[in-house]
């Protein structure tokens, strides 16, 4: 039987700008004062949310991957499962509810993507422990939480009571992927990661993450505090810097990114989650101490992919994680 990982959070409508190039009118050039921004205005829909994407990634791989949350049962909800269920997303695990999708906008500052959101009591913060199938517990080796869905609504007290019944029977992966500007109440907020983080076999978090969560702690030093907390395994990526990463066995080591021309970085983070389970779920490592028995040599060999398939990504506009046989080709040739 193949190895079901599921993926439990949000999903949303992405809007991204058509140009994220910034053109100007050189004001001064003219003797008229400095120069003036012209900002797009003019946007692609695309479905998305981090957990969403994970999964649409995970399935590009050819992974067993299911869906589980809620999605509005409006347009933009409709586009959402017909999205999931193209890709080959298992979505027995959706509830559906009479609610709003929520919106994204997403555009380009200072290089970085930056995000606006629109989803005051949306589908997707609206989840039960109600909503959530036996089959799921039945059913799940891999289970990816974390991002928006931590947030919002009654959605991350049940994630919480799902990882807590999975804790031991299923390998447990988290991508907090923090947006500060969404966190409302930072002490609630921090309490229930840090509650997540015990949890937690798989750790996976950005560089930017790391400095919120363990502000002005170097970055080794606060990898090796993260693993005390409870993960088998940290894993911290640094854009073109790479990714490093540590088991609870392990030192930490490094493994450098791929160098290619990069379109944008939005969904990079979920490409690498992506990439990273597609490869554990390939290896059938589906328990911690799984984790904990993999050598130096099958670390390099999972970073390695998982950043393969993050750069194949940023290639591309949008959250657009690359199908199996591009990885492999990539991984083969570097093209």
Request: hydrophobic content about 40%; some cysteine; glycine content about 8%.
């Amino acid at each position: 039987m193949s190895i079901l990982v599921t993926c439990m959070g949000e999903s949303l409508i992405d809007f991204v700008p058509l140009n994220t190039g910034v053109s100007s009118v050189s004001h001064a050039e003219e003797g008229k004062g400095t120069p003036q921004e012209t900002r797009n205005t003019d946007f692609r829909m695309y479905a998305g949310g981090s957990l969403f994407n994970v999964a649409i990634g995970l399935a590009r791989l050819e992974q067993h991957t299911a869906f589980a949350g809620k999605i509005a049962d409006d347009y933009f909800g409709h586009h959402l499962l017909h999205t999931l269920q193209a890709e080959g997303v298992d979505t027995r695990f959706v509830a559906v509810a009479k609610a709003q999708t929520t919106l994204a906008f997403v555009t380009m500052e200072a290089g970085e993507p930056a995000f606006t959101f629109y989803g005051e009591g949306t589908a997707d913060t609206l989840l039960t422990v109600n909503d959530v199938p036996e089959s799921l517990y039945s059913e799940t080796n891999i289970l990816h939480i974390g991002s928006i869905s931590l947030l919002r609504g009654i959605t991350p007290q049940t994630v919480l009571a799902t990882v807590e019944r999975l804790k031991g029977k299923a390998l447990l992966s988290l991508d907090p992927n923090i947006r500060r500007d969404l966190v409302q109440d930072e002490a609630k907020y921090r309490a229930l990661l840090q509650h997540l983080i015990a949890l937690t076999d798989i750790f996976k978090l950005s560089y930017v993450d790391l400095a919120w969560l363990l502000p002005g702690i170097p970055m080794e030093e606060a990898i090796r505090q993260l693993c005390a907390l409870g993960p088998a395994l940290v894993m911290v990526t640094h854009g073109e810097k790479g990714v490093l990463a540590r088991t609870d066995t392990s030192q930490t080591l490094s493994v450098p990114t791929f160098p290619v021309t990069v379109s944008d970085t939005v969904g990079a983070g979920d490409s690498f989650c992506a990439g990273t389970l597609g490869w554990l779920a390939d290896h059938a490592i589906t328990t911690r101490e799984q984790v904990l028995a993999m050598s130096e040599p099958e670390l390099q060999e999972m970073l390695r992919f998982a950043s393969a398939v993050a750069a194949l990504n940023c290639t591309r506009p949008g959250a657009n994680p690359p199908r199996r046989t591009e990885v492999e080709q990539f991984l083969q040739t570097g093209l």
